[in-house]
C-alpha cells in the first residue's frame, strides 16, 4: 500500500512536471512567434510605404516575393476591367491564446485594376479596440489628404485615418507609416496614438 502510494505521488510529480515543462515551451514559442509577426510587419512596412499608385502588379508581386512576405491573392474582375488584391495579415495568435496579451492584427491591402497598383490599405489594431490605418489612392472613393478620427465617450482617440497623397513623397510619408509594430503582442492594449506615435506631427503638417 505504502508502495502505491509512493508510485502515485511519482507519476503525479511526473505530470506536474510535464504540464510545467509544456506551458513553458508554449510561453517560449509564443515571444519567438511575436517576433515573427512583429518582423513580418516592419518589413511589409519598408516594402509598401515607398510603392507608388499605378506601380505594375509584376513588380509589386515580386518585391513581396523577395522580402519573404506571405501574401494572400484574391482575384476578381467583370468582362472589361479585371481586379486582383494582394491581402497580408499577422496577429500574435498564440500569445492571445494564452491569455498573455490581446489581439492585434496588422493588415496589409494592394489594390491592382488592369495589371497596375490602385489602392493601398494599412491598418493596426484590435477587432473592438483602438487602430490606426492609412490610405492611398481613390480608385473607391476620393479621398482629402489629412488625419481624421474619432473618440470614445470620454474624449480619447479611438481611431486614426490617414488618407496620404500618392504624389507625397515627403517626411510625411514616413510618418504615416510610422506604425508602432511592437504592438503587436504587447501584454496591454496600446492607444490609437500609441499605433500610430507620429499623428500629432503628421496634423501639423498634413492639410487640414
Known amino acids: 500500500m505504502v508502495i502505491n502510494v509512493i508510485n502515485i505521488r511519482r507519476w503525479l510529480s511526473l505530470i506536474v512536471a510535464g504540464v510545467a515543462v509544456a506551458l513553458l515551451l508554449a510561453i517560449a514559442a509564443s ?3 511575436t517576433y515573427k509577426a512583429r518582423a513580418d510587419a516592419a518589413r511589409y ?31 476578381s474582375s467583370d468582362d472589361y476591367h479585371p481586379m486582383r488584391s494582394l491581402g497580408f495579415l499577422v496577429w500574435d495568435k498564440w500569445r492571445c491564446k494564452l491569455h498573455l496579451a490581446p489581439s492585434v492584427g496588422f493588415y496589409g491591402r494592394l489594390d491592382f485594376h488592369d495589371g497596375v497598383l490602385v489602392y493601398k490599405k494599412t491598418s493596426i489594431g484590435e477587432n473592438m479596440g483602438s487602430s490606426a490605418e492609412v ?3 481613390d480608385y473607391w472613393g476620393p479621398l482629402t489628404p489629412g488625419v481624421h478620427g ?30 508602432n509594430v511592437a504592438c503587436i503582442g504587447s501584454m496591454r492594449s496600446c492607444t490609437a496614438v500609441e499605433y500610430l ?12
Do not use: C
Open 31 to 33: 515571444f519567438a512567434l
Open 150 to 179: 474619432n473618440v470614445d465617450s470620454s474624449g480619447n482617440i479611438r481611431h486614426i485615418f490617414v488618407d496620404l497623397s500618392p504624389s507625397d513623397f515627403t517626411e510625411n510619408r514616413n510618418k504615416a507609416y510610422a506604425f
Open 135 to 137: 490610405m492611398e489612392g
Open 45 to 75: 512596412l519598408d516594402v509598401v510605404a515607398p510603392l507608388r499608385i499605378g506601380t505594375p502588379y509584376d513588380a509589386v508581386a515580386a518585391q513581396l516575393r523577395n522580402a519573404g512576405l506571405p501574401m494572400e491573392t484574391v482575384i
Open 197 to 208: 506615435p507620429t499623428v500629432n506631427d503628421l496634423e501639423r503638417s498634413m492639410p487640414k
